[in-house]
């Protein structure tokens, strides 16, 4: 599969939040949206990576955006994250990794020497048209808000 780039059409997907309310890419026309893949639930990078989010959406919305984070956990795991963490945002439960195979973020990891599959932190901005506007594939997960604003100042 060819890797997605700005410009590109998002992939159409459709999956399931926390509260088991399904999210599609059409529902998500007319916004502009931070799509954001991350491994695992309750892990320490990606809780400063949501925690970094949820502190930095009021900014975040002012700038025009809506944030969704996707990972393989159950909607319940995501309900316990959410509630843990105070998180203000939707998570989409991807068990069967379909959303992130079609955004290109399933791969080939290397964790201690050992290769493996799992997400490849990757956050995708989509325009309101449904279309690719930037990719940051180099994750800051501790300041990925202000990573996210900076690139729009």
Known sequence: MEKLKAG?????FSAKDQNGNTVTLESLKGKRVILYFYPKDNTPGCTAEACSLRDGKRELERMGFS?????????????????????????LSDPDKTVAKAFGVWGEKKFMGKTHMGILRTTFVIDPD????????KVNTKNHFEQISDAYK
Request: avoid cysteine.
């Open 8 to 12: 590109d059409n998002a992939p159409q």
């Open 130 to 137: 449904g279309k690719i506007e930037k990719i940051f594939d």
């Open 67 to 91: 944030i969704i984070g996707v990972s393989p956990d159950s909607e319940k795991s995501h309900q316990g994250f959410v509630a843990k963490h105070s998180l203000n945002f939707t998570l």
